[in-house]
């Protein structure tokens, strides 16, 4: 399962200017990638501190020695090491996609002989023994609330977002005091005072300081604290290396953006962060890409507070060819989408749309494509960038496909790169780079005339839309993720259907273009049920954004079609085939897919949460025979994969040096500890800060 995001000759190709710039900035994503350990678990820094102790003194195969010497065999060290690889390579002990608990597949007192057997624990027993019996129940507890990422409660699970004793209904009051104050809030954490009743809304930033207000949640006024320097101790370590990057730079655009980014970073106002998007859309294709913030607001069970993440990749020329040339025919393209023209932005600003090849990826998974910035309002006024990560891209194999007819899985697995190109592009480009909001600003204007444009789906005139502050993040909040990514899934699964679009971005697949279409569409729909294994029958919600997004399209075929899709189970419902009629694609699957894309992009543009999110949640239901179908998936399912990156490093010349490691468990511990040679002291003392906040104890 470890998968290697290397990128050798294309880092050997730069010179050495773009190196030292790359080596920074690959320096200022490993550090903000510290701070996914705090968003994503309450004992996840405190374990990743004892295990980075552990290897920091020993290599791995050094240590496997003296574990064999105190009784170990071969699989129990593989499981432990197995279990360590993934807690530095998801920050976590949560699935990276799915935001499920893992725990070691050993016995706890074999766990701590693991770490007793250590020179690291021999030389700071105390210390390892305090922090250990701070955490290890929650590393191994599976039941309720440890099993999954969830708002604070014993049924639905538990968030570093918020502090255990928070109320939903709190949240959302501050929520909207912030948005009163015409504030973003994706750099923020809400804890609530353990010892009043004070809401704090902690921001992201190194600069400490606070301001006092005065809130009322249910007629009661309230004490609320905005609390700046969040991470400080990293955000200092990240700006230190952006400033850094800024002399090795190729452009004056470059250092603007990476001083506005430092600027958001020191501060923690979101406006400049705002501000540094806007500068890094007029970056075009260079050489060293990068991208960085609090941005993606997956992780956050209420789809508002944003997870770390930061990207360094080398622009790959020659594959950015055919990218560049499908922006070229975008604007062509988007006229054969189903909604009227007035629901398409006012101009397509022909976005930057180049393949890359990633150095550092610092988040818990590396995607295949990215859309950015996260931003409506910045995508509709001043364009974006498409971004298609090359080194991503992982070729499934027999056992991936193990619900489809042997002869379908052998075509998937053929045209593979095929369709993962194909469906990134397009989802990237057409799908999140489309369809317009309705905005009423603050001064009144609006971005559309009310009197003449009406709603296809009723065909009266549009009566809502956003207003001022409002966007669409907000406004579907729960769903709002899981609802994009359903809308561009639908729209790269739409232009499969088309001649143009295979012709424009695939002219060589003409010929086989009516065999392929169909290879996407179950490729897309086995991805659904596939990722039933992260649907939680517990809470009736979906972890994860993009598989609830296929779930919604896979339920919407079903429903509205007549036996395009079957899953037929075997008689002792131990296992299931998924067959799909290729012959009624265009016929059935085609219409129901568009009246679907048509209706999630006009509730989105004219504000309709409330229709739309009704629309999709009666989607996203699980039913009796797919919970059966689930049962079977999570029985089978295949182990996910964790990402190993290269480690950069300044030789004695301040050369910039390259170095790749094994792809397996023993590489990527190593891969980490050499990226982390010292972790800051402040990191473990940030956690015990932390901790009487997220600690579960009721």
Request: charged share 30%; aromatic share 16%.
């Amino acid at each position: 399962p470890i998968f290697g995001i290397y990128c050798k000759e294309a880092f050997k190709s730069l010179t050495s200017q773009q190196k030292r710039y790359a080596y920074h900035l690959y320096k200022a994503s490993w550090y903000g990638y510290l701070i996914s350990f705090y968003q994503r678990s309450y004992e996840g820094p405190a374990l990743t501190y004892l295990l980075h102790q552990v290897f920091k003194k020993e290599k791995p195969t050094d240590l496997k020695g003296k574990l064999k010497q105190n009784q170990f065999n071969d699989d129990q060290i593989n499981k432990i090491y197995a279990y360590c690889a993934a807690i530095f390579g998801m920050a976590a002990p949560y699935r990276s996609t799915g935001e499920k608990k893992y725990i070691p597949e050993v016995s706890k007192d074999q766990f701590e002989t693991f770490m007793k057997t250590s020179k690291a624990y021999q030389e700071n027993t105390e210390t390892f023994n305090t922090i250990w019996k701070s955490i290890e129940k929650e590393v191994y507890a599976l039941e309720q609330p440890y099993r999954e990422i969830g708002f604070p409660n014993i049924a639905k699970g538990l968030s570093p977002y918020y502090s255990v004793n928070l109320t939903e209904q709190e949240a959302e009051a501050v929520e909207k005091f912030l948005t009163s104050k015409g504030m973003y809030y994706r750099n923020t954490r809400l804890f609530k005072d353990l010892s009043s009743n004070k809401l704090i809304v902690r921001f992201a930033s190194v600069d400490n300081r606070s301001e006092a207000f005065k809130i009322d949640i249910n007629g009661e006024e309230r004490d609320l604290v905005f609390q700046f320097g969040d991470y400080d101790f990293v955000l200092a370590k990240v700006n230190e290396h952006l400033l850094k990057a800024k002399d090795f730079a190729e452009n004056e655009v470059q250092k603007r953006y990476l001083d506005l980014y430092a600027q958001h970073y020191q501060t923690g106002d979101y406006q400049t962060y705002l501000e540094s998007q806007i500068e890094w859309v007029k970056d075009t294709s260079p050489v060293v890409e990068y991208q960085s913030g609090l941005c993606l607001t997956y992780l956050d069970p209420r789809q508002q507070r944003a997870e770390f993440m930061s990207i360094v990749a080398l622009n790959s020329k020659i594959t950015s060819e055919r990218t560049n040339k499908l922006v070229s025919e975008a604007e062509e393209l988007l006229k054969l989408l189903p909604w009227p023209s007035e629901f398409e932005k006012d101009k397509f600003l022909k976005p930057d749309f180049t393949c890359i090849e990633v150095v550092s990826f610092g988040f818990a998974y590396t995607c295949l494509g990215l859309c950015l910035p996260h931003f409506d309002e910045i995508k509709q006024k001043h364009g974006f960038k498409n971004l298609f990560l090359l080194n991503s891209i992982m070729i499934p194999k027999q056992e991936h496909l193990k619900f489809l007819p042997e002869d379908v899985a052998e075509k998937v697995i053929q045209y593979h790169k095929i369709i993962t190109y194909f469906t990134v592009c397009y989802h990237e480009l057409l799908g999140h780079g489309s369809g317009k909001v309705f905005i009423k600003d603050e001064k009144g204007e609006m971005n559309f005339d009310v009197s003449t444009v009406k709603n296809p789906i009723t065909n009266e005139n549009v009566q809502s839309w956003y207003l001022g502050q409002e966007n669409f993040f907000g406004k579907f909040a729960k769903y709002a993720n899981a609802y994009e990514e359903c809308r561009s899934d639908s729209v790269a699964m739409y232009y499969a259907c088309f001649r143009e679009a295979w012709e424009k971005f695939y002219p060589e697949q003409l010929d086989n273009w009516e065999q392929i279409a169909p290879l996407i569409w179950i490729y897309y729909i086995d991805l659904a049920i596939r990722g039933l294994e992260h649907y939680s029958e517990e809470t009736s919600q979906w972890r994860q954004a993009h598989i609830n997004g296929r779930y919604v399209i896979f339920q919407k075929l079903l429903r509205d079609t007549k036996d395009l899709i079957r899953i037929e189970l075997n008689e002792d419902e131990t296992d299931f085939k998924f067959y799909f009629d290729q012959e009624k694609l265009f016929s059935e699957g085609l219409p129901a897919l568009k009246d679907l894309l048509m209706k999630l992009q006009v509730y989105k543009s004219i504000a309709d949460s409330e229709t739309g999110l009704g629309m999709f949640e009666d989607l996203s239901q699980v039913d009796e025979k797919m919970r059966k179908v689930r049962k079977i998936v999570l029985e089978k399912r295949v182990p996910k994969r964790i990402e190993i990156h290269p480690y950069l490093y300044l030789n004695e010349n301040q050369e910039v040096e390259y170095q790749e490691f094994s792809e397996n468990f023993d590489g990527l511990i190593e891969s980490f500890v050499a990226r982390f040679q010292e972790i800051p002291p402040e990191f473990i003392k940030k956690w015990q800060e932390d901790a009487p906040y997220l600690q579960w104890k009721q």
